[in-house]
Nanobody, 116 residues
Framework: QVQLLESGGGLVQPGGSLRLSCAASGFTFSIYTMSWVRQAPGKGPEWVSTINTAGGSTYYADSVKGRFTISRDNAKNTLYLQMNSLKPEDTALYYC?????????WGQGTQVTVSS
């Protein structure tokens, strides 16, 4: 079955960086667009970024553009999200999603907390 396992979250100070990873299994990773979605406490899900199958096209929410970078390694069935210049408002549970911004196939999530 489809499995998406996120890792790399943690507590970081404002201005810091984190790199999230998502290990995919149970499907042919290389033929799917992949995305990151986040959900802050008390708020609905927010689309963060999407990458196409080959990794040549990437898309970002305005709130993270210029600070976050999505990438993928199809040989390793892994999706990444490099997050720089983190802000307190980036605090959320981050999910890897199979598909585009409307995907309902998510992993269990990894917590990112940005606080001094």
């Amino acid at each position: 079955q489809v499995q998406l396992l996120e890792s790399g979250g943690g507590l970081v100070q404002p201005g810091g960086s984190l790199r999230l990873s998502c290990a995919a299994s149970g499907f042919t990773f290389s033929i799917y667009t992949m995305s990151w979605v986040r959900q802050a406490p008390g708020k609905g899900p927010e689309w963060v970024s999407t990458i196409n199958t080959a990794g040549g096209s990437t898309y970002y929410a305005d709130s993270v553009k210029g600070r976050f970078t999505i990438s993928r390694d199809n040989a390793k069935n892994t999706l990444y999200l490099q997050m720089n210049s983190l802000k307190p408002e980036d605090t959320a549970l981050y999910y890897c999603a199979r598909g585009g911004s409307g995907s309902k196939i998510w992993g269990q999530g990894t917590q990112v907390t940005v606080s001094s």
